[in-house]
């Protein structure tokens, strides 16, 4: 998830804003909503590969 918020954070180190993007947004959304509803899938696979999480697309 870490990467995930990195990539959407609207600050850059040096303090300037960046502008939000909106289909980043819904990108990242939707990723939420799909780990949250295969939850007990994702759960079965982190078994036997701990830490596993299905890979974030933000490019389209």
């Known amino acids: 998830m870490y990467i995930a918020y990195s ?3 609207t600050q850059q180190k040096n303090g300037k804003a960046l502008p939000i993007n909106k289909e980043l947004t819904e990108r990242y959304e939707a990723y939420q909503a799909t780990c949250q509803k295969y939850q007990a899938e994702i759960a ?3 078994k036997y590969m701990p ?3 299905p890979p974030l697309k933000l490019k389209a």
């Open 7 to 9: 990539a959407l954070r």
């Open 44 to 46: 079965a696979i982190q």
């Open 51 to 53: 830490g596993w999480m």
